[in-house]
């Protein structure tokens, strides 16, 4: 398989962003951080965005993108490497306390005392919070209204996650923190979840979320952001995101024909191509008129292009695509370096 | 109906204080003691019954030549066990135990400060282990005879030394301790050095000299100390604050490696 690409999203799209939006509004701000690890290794690797007040913010992402190693920086749990953080126009980290009252935190994985009750724990967490709701009100929120006397090593890891968000809520927060929160939840429960999200979102709060269903991503997020390989890769609306990649059309070469019979590729807009034995993947920035001259072509010749499939860019295929760029930067770099070191 | 739900809404839409944090989390862990039923053989069972054992090896002329009574004996063999059992021990385990549930890093993430986590769980296991001495000191008066304490302060004082110094100690066996079975070996060294070099259930008195001033540089030594002379009311002014201040340094040492080493999650 071979590909062409012209066009590759680079990591300083979260500069443009901080760029065009009012300073005063932005509720967090993070400028080229960075986390290394006491092994040595590099997590997130000078990274730069701003979310601002009531914005819904996803940091999308494949396992180990760097994610999770963001988001406990921006709660505070750690202190970043290298760069700069602001939530509320304070340091998380070293301004704890004027900071936490403010946002609630729902981990990747939270962790209760197993024997607990669910509505032990959520008194216990009231007692830390300012400004707490009611343990009932925050357990009917989630739809745990029922388990308030259950033992936690008796719900499911779904109820678990609902536990976790229900104390994420406790304190009304201004800025919310969900890593993950719909992993391991089943499709209704993702769908409640979402909903409560988008509920929160309409009455004022900001949601920084992780996730790597997109989906989830493209239904929630005012903007996003992919995250690979400690990087951002690209940034924006849903749609922004996905209008940066081409849209693509693939079909299977007629017997007898060969990729030159086709018109030429720069004249029906096609930036890059692949061919697999006989499938064609043509992709191009003008999916109507690439599609148009193709079947004019195909008409005229009296040909059927078998297994035709045109489509414009989604997200998923901008995710996909962006994974391999990196990987493939990151190989070109690596044999870069093998050749200065045998110069 | 309308009247609870005001009352309610007053009370919980304040912004905490160390205090109100404090008791939430030590009455949760108070609840999860009473819950755990080994650990509360080890918080209160094993401390009380201890004790009886040291009484059958104490030997008339070693307690003549320590010029202690069975009662101080036993009293300080008492506070000593309580120590290391109700609070050291069971901290270890717990603070083990909440750390590889991972239920530290989420208190972490709210308003509780690393602290106040710490001390917070700590609680519970520090009360009771407070509530075992008073016990070991009632127990010993009506039973071999305690008499009444001369410098009762000083007693006071070694107790809540020994206390903070067990609590604090308890973390650092815990960061160096990675599950909860490696807790229960990792947390003998002390209890055994502390057992038989601090004067707990031997007096230090039968040592030689020279060895016995090394142990009373021991973590577990100076509470001791200042609980037997106490009683005795034989400690010098002097003698009371070189025990005290070793025990201080016992305590500054504990709480800096605790900020050095002390592990919030569990290692990857």
């Given at each position: 398989m071979h590909a062409h690409d012209s066009a590759h999203c680079r990591p300083t799209a979260g500069r443009e962003i901080l760029d065009h939006m009012n300073t005063d509004d932005h509720v967090i701000e993070v400028t080229?951080?960075?986390?290394?690890?006491?092994?040595?290794?590099?997590?997130?690797?000078?990274?730069?965005?701003?979310?601002?007040?009531?914005?819904?913010?996803?940091?999308?992402?494949?396992?180990?993108?760097?994610?999770?190693?963001?988001?406990?920086?921006?709660?505070?749990?750690?202190?970043?490497?290298?760069?700069?953080?602001?939530?509320?126009?304070?340091?998380?980290?070293?301004?704890?306390?004027?900071?936490?009252?403010?946002?609630?935190?729902?981990?990747?994985?939270?962790?209760?005392?197993?024997?607990?009750?669910?509505?032990?724990?959520?008194?216990?967490?009231?007692?830390?919070?300012?400004?707490?709701?009611?343990?009932?009100?925050?357990?009917?929120?989630?739809?745990?209204?029922?388990?308030?006397?259950?033992?936690?090593?008796?719900?499911?890891?779904?109820?678990?996650?609902?536990?976790?968000?229900?104390?994420?809520?406790?304190?009304?927060?201004?800025?919310?923190?969900?890593?993950?929160?719909?992993?391991?939840?089943?499709?209704?429960?993702?769908?409640?979840?979402?909903?409560?999200?988008?509920?929160?979102?309409?009455?004022?709060?900001?949601?920084?979320?992780?996730?790597?269903?997109?989906?989830?991503?493209?239904?929630?997020?005012?903007?996003?952001?992919?995250?690979?390989?400690?990087?951002?890769?690209?940034?924006?609306?849903?749609?922004?995101?996905?209008?940066?990649?081409?849209?693509?059309?693939?079909?299977?070469?007629?017997?007898?024909?060969?990729?030159?019979?086709?018109?030429?590729?720069?004249?029906?807009?096609?930036?890059?191509?692949?061919?697999?034995?006989?499938?064609?993947?043509?992709?191009?920035?003008?999916?109507?008129?690439?599609?148009?001259?193709?079947?004019?072509?195909?008409?005229?010749?009296?040909?059927?292009?078998?297994?035709?499939?045109?489509?414009?860019?989604?997200?998923?295929?901008?995710?996909?695509?962006?994974?391999?760029?990196?990987?493939?930067?990151?190989?070109?770099?690596?044999?870069?370096?093998?050749?200065?070191?045998?110069? | 109906m309308s009247a609870a739900t005001t009352t309610t809404t007053t009370t919980t839409g304040s912004a905490t204080t160390a205090a109100g944090r404090l008791a939430a989390l030590g009455k949760a862990e108070l609840t999860l003691l009473g819950r755990s039923k080994g650990m509360l053989v080890t918080a209160i069972v094993i401390p009380l019954v201890l004790p009886l054992s040291v009484q059958q090896t104490l030997k008339g002329d070693m307690l003549e030549k320590a010029g202690l009574t069975m009662g101080t004996a036993l009293l300080t063999a008492g506070i000593g066990f309580a120590m290391l059992f109700a609070v050291y021990s069971a901290l270890v385990n717990i603070y083990v135990a909440r750390r590889e549930e991972l239920v530290l890093k989420r208190l972490r993430t709210g308003e509780l400060r690393d602290r106040e986590i710490l001390a917070g769980t700590a609680l519970p296991a520090a009360l009771i282990g407070l509530a075992q001495c008073v016990v070991v000191a009632v127990a010993c008066t009506a039973l071999v005879g305690l008499e009444a304490p001369r410098a009762p302060h000083l007693a006071v004082l070694g107790v809540l030394l020994g206390t903070v110094l067990m609590v604090a100690l308890g973390a650092v066996t815990a960061a160096f301790s990675r599950t909860a079975e490696s807790a229960q070996v990792s947390s003998l060294p002390l209890m055994f050095v502390s057992m038989i070099g601090s004067g707990m259930t031997v007096p230090l008195e039968v040592f030689p000299d020279r060895l016995a001033s090394v142990l009373e540089l021991l973590p577990l030594s100076p509470a001791m100390r200042l609980v037997r002379g106490g009683w005795t009311g034989e400690l010098s002014a002097y003698e009371a604050l070189g025990a005290a201040a070793t025990a201080v340094a016992w305590v500054l040492l504990a709480v800096f490696a605790v900020q050095r080493w002390f592990r919030w999650e569990p290692r990857r």
């Open positions: 080229d951080l960075r986390r290394v690890y006491g092994g040595g290794f590099e997590a997130v690797r000078g990274i730069s965005f701003a979310v601002g007040r009531g914005e819904l913010f996803a940091l999308l992402g494949t396992n180990g993108a760097g994610k999770t190693s963001t988001v406990e920086l921006l709660e505070g749990l750690a202190r970043p490497t290298a760069g700069r953080v602001r939530v509320l126009g304070h340091d998380p980290y070293a301004e704890r306390g004027l900071v936490r009252p403010r946002i609630g935190v729902m981990l990747q994985e939270g962790g209760f005392p197993s024997e607990l009750t669910v509505g032990e724990a959520v008194r216990m967490w009231a007692g830390c919070t300012s400004g707490s709701r009611p343990t009932g009100e925050a357990l009917e929120l989630v739809g745990l209204g029922h388990r308030a006397r259950v033992r936690i090593k008796q719900l499911s890891g779904g109820e678990k996650r609902r536990l976790d968000l229900a104390l994420a809520l406790l304190g009304r927060p201004d800025v919310l923190f969900l890593d993950e929160p719909t992993t391991g939840l089943d499709a209704e429960g993702r769908v409640e979840t979402w909903e409560l999200v988008r509920a929160l979102r309409a009455s004022g709060t900001t949601v920084l979320l992780t996730t790597h269903y997109l989906e989830e991503a493209e239904s929630l997020a005012d903007r996003l952001a992919i995250m690979h390989a400690g990087q951002l890769a690209a940034s924006g609306t849903p749609a922004e995101v996905t209008a940066a990649q081409p849209s693509q059309i693939t079909f299977q070469l007629p017997e007898g024909y060969h990729l030159g019979d086709l018109p030429p590729l720069g004249a029906l807009g096609v930036t890059a191509h692949e061919t697999e034995g006989r499938t064609v993947k043509l992709r191009t920035d003008v999916l109507q008129q690439a599609a148009t001259q193709l079947l004019l072509w195909a008409r005229d010749a009296g040909v059927e292009l078998r297994g035709l499939d045109v489509r414009s860019a989604s997200l998923e295929e901008a995710f996909l695509r962006i994974a391999r760029d990196v990987k493939q930067e990151a190989r070109d770099a690596r044999e870069a370096g093998d050749k200065e070191k045998v110069a | -």
